[in-house]
């Protein structure tokens, strides 16, 4: 590495190290005049005439109705809503992302009705109605509400391409990672990057030139945001060996002194096919980082890059064992990681220099650290971590000297209110109800006893301010914060959708095993020699590397959704599985599509010969109409209309083949291929679905909603298909791609292009999305069944 460079970087982290000292000297100082005692009680007797509340009337009124558990994301946010208090819990957890993510300062008019704004905004999609599970509205930050929102801003495409890396990312975190936190870090670093961006730029802003700029921040934001699960947390696991993580080290070092990534030498661990892929990944978003820094902005960006990576360093080398740092070498490195990693994020943007920005974070960051250190402190002393908390449990009987990090942090309290923000009343109030939150939320989480071991140990020495600060503990209300519930909401929300996705994935393994079991046509007494081939001839293509999504979902919805028997439905698993083979035969047929392969072999006109396969195809038809008149469980109505509903749907699929056959060659219009693909291929997913419902005695409106869902989801599904014909790979589809272009036939791609074309397939899945959600059952299988839909390979 070039000595010059080397001397320059240690240079900047000196000059933000001097600066660290001289912010943690006057922090000391007031620490050791008990400055923060006085000034905050005087704080909290003020503050607290809005947060301690005698019961009313109301109060009891409203308790009655049942105060929602806070982690309770739903039913929470409609009891905040019918108590009244929604507003101001939106307006200080807003009030509070300004103050700590922004760099804002709450005395400004401009803040304040940029606040407003933003909490109004807010409110437009949470789940205020109780009529429905979430009120009908698709999840905020769900795939589907964060698509909606990229069209309402015209960045679609960069949504799509940022789900796909979420994608990628999530599948390359290794055992030994929190995966859930990973990515919850990663999205909140991207949604911090998007509301600077959002920030910078004025009302008279053209649309294009907005689009732009949020295109930017979310590539910028996830650039950025990838240095977290990837440096950060990777570097802090065990999953790298000590000489692996010297030599990524190095490698991020040498990246941030040169402004050149190095390319990836021999690797000596274990670890090779991830480094490579981490390596390849951050890369392209360092380049990107590169491209997109403006002239004149300086060397910013890897000034604090620098600055936050040596700082973490210092920190991550530290060993709990050694009893002899001072109190400097505690608390030096985290002003420094805590306030660069938040200056990095305008760097990112470089954007334009604020007044006072730089000046308010710096200060800022310690106080949210060690409010996150004290959180953790336990799980840290397990990992053998050096916080000021875990390095003061260990040592404070035997070092007096070392100063106590909670009493710290009610003087960073009290420096912030008073000497940063100049003692401004909404900047007091949010900033203690963080605090004082934060201490409830530790005490609900460690229990009473576990909770009151950790005070007194940490006891600040004023007994009287320690009394005070328990006792808002205890009484405190209105203190909690959205961004908090979100957080919670979003990580549960990652495990449950892992955990049902697991479920999904198995259940559909089990079930698509015992639906190949039963599909085979067998032969008995009745069977002719003459029927004999043709029974051969269908089971050969029943017998292919099929999906079996169909009989899936029907048995998914019949049995999870309407309680119907297992075995009382697989007649009608066995007739949807035989009607979509026949479908099948007959579009591979040479008067058709003329396909060699299907399901990864040969075609059955390629194995037998045309005539063979049409007379499998008939006898396919006719076996599943046979096998819906078998289902004798149930009540010979309702039997009656199904098979009424099936011929009528067999008799459209049919239309959408031969729309098919007429179009080649032909350039159809959007709106007459989403009804030739309905017909060919989202009818079959209805009837899926309709098919239990029927046997189960729904009403029309419950169809009505199952028909809605599966004419999106089978359009996406689709188009889909139509860019795996041209995207895909013979080995993962099973059939040979570029088909559509051989037959000439109109597809998504053709009409659209293959952007266009994705865009169409999650306007689909989120108008699919949303039926969902208005629909009295809430199954999680069609939720994954529809993720599966667009993010399949084959």
């Not at 840290?380 to 000297?401: C, F, I, N, Q």
């Amino acid at each position: 590495m070039n000595d010059k460079l080397q001397k320059n970087a240690d240079a900047c982290y000196r000059l933000a190290e001097n600066e660290a000292v001289e912010y943690f000297t006057s922090l000391t100082g007031q620490l050791a005049n008990k400055i923060y005692a006085t000034t905050l009680t005087k704080d909290i007797q003020n503050w607290k005439q809005n947060h301690i509340h005698h019961n009313t009337f109301l109060t009891l009124f409203s308790r009655g109705k049942g105060k929602s558990d806070s982690r309770d994301y739903y039913n929470y946010i409609q009891w905040l809503d019918y108590t009244g208090k929604l507003d101001n819990y939106l307006e200080r957890s807003i009030s509070y992302i300004f103050l700590r993510d922004l760099g804002k300062s709450l005395d400004s008019y401009h803040t304040q009705n940029r606040i407003r704004l933003v909490v109004d905004d807010i409110k437009e999609h949470l789940p205020l109605s109780t009529a429905t599970g979430n009120g009908g509205k698709v999840e905020m930050f769900s795939m589907a509400g964060l698509y909606r929102w990229a069209q309402k801003e015209g960045v679609e495409s960069t949504m799509i391409w940022l789900m796909n890396k979420l994608k990628i990312v999530s599948s390359n975190i290794p055992k030994g990672m929190n995966s859930e936190e990973a990515k919850r870090k990663l999205i909140k670093i991207i949604a911090g990057v998007i509301l600077h961006q959002i920030e910078e730029m004025g009302e008279e802003e053209t649309a294009e030139e907005r689009t732009r700029k949020l295109d930017e921040a979310i590539r910028l934001g996830y650039s950025y945001g990838l240095t977290y699960p990837f440096i950060d947390d990777l570097l802090d696991s065990g999953v790298l060996s000590l000489e692996e993580k010297k030599q990524y080290s190095d490698l991020i070092r040498t990246t941030l002194v040169t402004g050149v990534v190095p390319e990836l030498e021999a690797w000596s661990g274990n670890n090779k096919g991830l480094i490579n892929y981490i390596h390849l990944e951050l890369r392209e978003a360092f380049s990107y980082i590169q491209a997109c820094r403006r002239q004149g902005t300086g060397d910013n960006f890897f000034d604090q890059s620098y600055v936050f990576f040596h700082s973490q360093e210092v920190d991550r080398e530290k060993d709990l064992l050694n009893e002899n740092y001072t109190n400097e070498e505690l608390y030096i490195p985290i002003i420094l990681k805590s306030a660069s990693s938040r200056l990095i994020v305008r760097a990112v943007l470089s954007a334009e220099e604020d007044d006072g920005f730089d000046k308010r974070t710096f200060f800022y960051g310690i106080y949210n650290q060690l409010a996150d250190d004290f959180a953790d402190m336990f799980d840290d002393l397990e990992a053998g971590a050096v916080t000021p908390y875990t390095y003061y449990m260990k040592y404070h009987h035997s070092r007096p000297d070392l100063i106590n990090p909670f009493e710290l942090y009610w003087t960073v309290i009290s420096n912030l209110i008073h000497n940063v923000y100049h003692s401004d009343t909404k900047t007091r109030d949010v900033i203690l109800n963080r605090a004082i939150n934060g201490l409830k939320r530790y005490k609900e989480r460690m229990g009473d006893k576990k909770y009151d071991e950790v005070m007194e140990l940490f006891a600040t020495g004023n007994p009287k301010f320690d009394r005070l600060i328990q006792r808002m503990v205890r009484k405190a209300d209105d203190v909690d914060f959205f961004d908090k519930l979100l957080r919670d909401h979003i990580i549960a929300n990652f495990k449950d959708d892992r955990e049902e996705r697991e479920v999904f994935k198995d259940m559909v393994e089990t079930m698509r095993n015992e639906i190949n079991d039963f599909l085979h046509i067998r032969e008995n007494d009745d069977v002719s020699i003459m029927e004999e081939p043709i029974m051969d001839a269908s089971n050969y293509s029943l017998q292919g590397d099929g999906k079996r999504l169909r009989p899936i979902m029907t048995w998914v919805m019949g049995v999870h959704e309407y309680g119907l028997d297992q075995s009382a439905i697989v007649p009608l698993l066995k007739s949807l599985e035989y009607m979509h083979t026949a479908s099948l035969i007959f579009d591979d047929l040479p008067s058709q599509d003329n396909s060699p392969v299907r399901r990864g072999r040969p075609t059955l006109h390629h194995m037998y010969n045309t005539a063979t396969a049409e007379l499998a195809g008939l006898y396919l038809t006719q076996k599943a109409v046979e096998e819906q008149a078998s289902l004798e469980q149930f009540d010979p109505e309702a039997v009656l209309r199904l098979i009424r509903y099936s011929a009528g749907k067999t008799t459209d699929m049919c239309k959408g083949q031969a729309m098919d056959l007429n179009s080649k060659g032909k350039r159809l219009t959007l709106e007459q291929l989403n009804t030739m693909c309905f017909y060919k291929t989202g009818i079959a997913f209805e009837a899926s679905l309709v098919m239990p419902a029927i046997l189960a005695g729904k009403q029309e409106g419950e169809l009505k909603a199952l028909k809605r869902f599966a004419y999106h989801a089978g359009i996406a599904f689709q188009i889909k298909d139509d860019l795996l014909d041209v995207e895909g790979e013979f080995a993962s589809l099973g059939k040979p791609i570029g088909k559509d272009i051989e037959n000439n036939n109109s597809t998504f791609v053709s009409i659209l292009g293959a952007e266009d074309a994705r865009k169409a397939m999650w306007d689909h899945y989120c108008t699919a999305m949303e039926t969902l959600q208005e629909m009295q059952h809430k199954t999680p299988y069609l939720k994954h069944f529809l993720n599966y839909i667009v993010n399949r390979d084959n």
